[in-house]
């Protein structure tokens, strides 16, 4: 990952000089350069995100298997406004909608948002905590361990992981099975 620009810049929504925006490129596997656009504002708490590609637009599916830990904490996942992201065996599904908003995290930062979620649900249904506690479980030994299979689909192929190691991706055309 190299960073191409990094400046702070006048806001497009509320005008103010406080508009931090950087631009990174990834070089990942069968995706070719990235370009990954991240901007946000002090001001107004504006966020901006884009994600670019040099030859790109297929419909994708990369189903991406960490084997342990290291694979966890030191693989990317790039999900923009159109991608879905789920994981069978640790079971969660993350689609998108039109609230959705793309980030940029690695695949623990994704693994902790699912911890978060399952915090505020066992709030809003007491009722299904047993149920909530033993997911939350296999997500923090995923975490720690690995051993799970992340699936991201995206009808823009604008969604991606890059891998820690390029041996723990695998890409297919979306529509196949
Ligand atoms: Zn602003």
Redesign the pocket.
């Known amino acids: 990952m190299s960073i191409l620009t990094q400046t702070v810049t006048r806001?497009p929504?509320?005008g103010?000089n406080?508009?931090s925006y950087t631009e990174f490129l990834y070089d990942a596997p069968y995706f070719g350069n990235i370009v990954v656009s991240t901007g946000f504002?002090r001001?107004?708490g504006?966020r901006f995100f884009d994600v670019d590609y040099a030859e790109s637009g297929n419909p994708t599916r990369v189903v991406f298997k960490a084997e342990d830990g290291d694979d966890v904490s030191k693989s990317l996942l790039i999900r923009s406004k159109t991608g879905s992201v789920r994981s069978p065996d640790l079971g969660f599904s993350l689609e998108p909608g039109p609230q959705a908003e793309p980030f940029v995290t690695t695949v623990e930062g994704l693994l902790y948002r699912a911890l978060d979620y399952a915090e505020r649900l066992k709030v809003l249904e007491p009722e299904s905590a047993q149920r909530v506690d033993e997911f939350m479980e296999r997500v923090r030994r995923a975490i720690d361990a690995g051993g799970f299979t992340l699936i991201v689909e995206d009808p823009l192929g604008k969604s991606v992981v890059v891998p820690r190691r390029p041996e723990l991706v695998r890409i297919e055309p979306l529509g196949s099975t």
């Open positions: 806001c929504v509320c103010a406080t508009f504002c001001t107004c504006y």
